[in-house]
């Protein structure tokens, strides 16, 4: 992805009790959207951390009962921001790689199973915005950009 603000936030600090924080920080930084597309690109790196059950049983709530594998993407509504925030810490948790893609366009995000999280923007106002969450989150973080 391209963009001219890539803020980078490193995820191997980033403590457990948070992850409900980090999920809803991530969703956030995708609003506003009417729609937003959670993409799985990535998953059983690390199978021990996964909870297959759980993420079915949660995703059989919206009735789709396809496998992660031929079914990746989740459509999430504008008012289901917080399945979203949701979905987002249970990929977290699980150590998968995903995409939040919004139909807005203000931000995107690239998660990775290396331990790193990238939220892609032009937006200079979201950018800072961004910033200041991570700031008052205690979170570290650090911003390219890009030529």
């Excluded at 597309?37 to 021990?48: A, D, H, K």
């Excluded at 709530?61 to 399945?83: C, I, K, N, T």
């Excluded at 989150?137 to 650090?142: F, L």
Aim: charged share 20%.
């Amino acid at each position: 992805m391209s963009a001219k603000h890539i803020v980078t936030v490193g995820l191997s600090d980033l403590k457990w009790p948070g992850l409900t924080w980090f999920g809803k920080f991530v969703a956030s930084a995708v609003e506003p959207f009417g729609n937003c597309l959670l993409w799985v690109t990535e998953f059983g790196v690390w199978p021990s951390r996964e909870n297959w059950q759980l993420f079915y049983r949660l995703r059989e709530s919206y009735a789709e009962r396809r496998q992660l594998q031929d079914a990746p993407g989740h459509l999430f509504l504008e008012h289901e921001a917080v399945d979203l925030a949701t979905f987002i810490g249970l990929a977290l948790l699980f150590g998968w790689d995903f995409y939040v893609l919004p139909d807005t366009g203000y931000a995107n995000v690239f998660v990775s199973h290396d331990g790193f999280l990238h939220i892609y923007t032009d937006d200079l106002n979201a950018a800072g915005s961004i910033k200041k969450s991570l700031d008052e989150a205690k979170v570290e973080w650090t911003v390219e950009h890009a030529a």
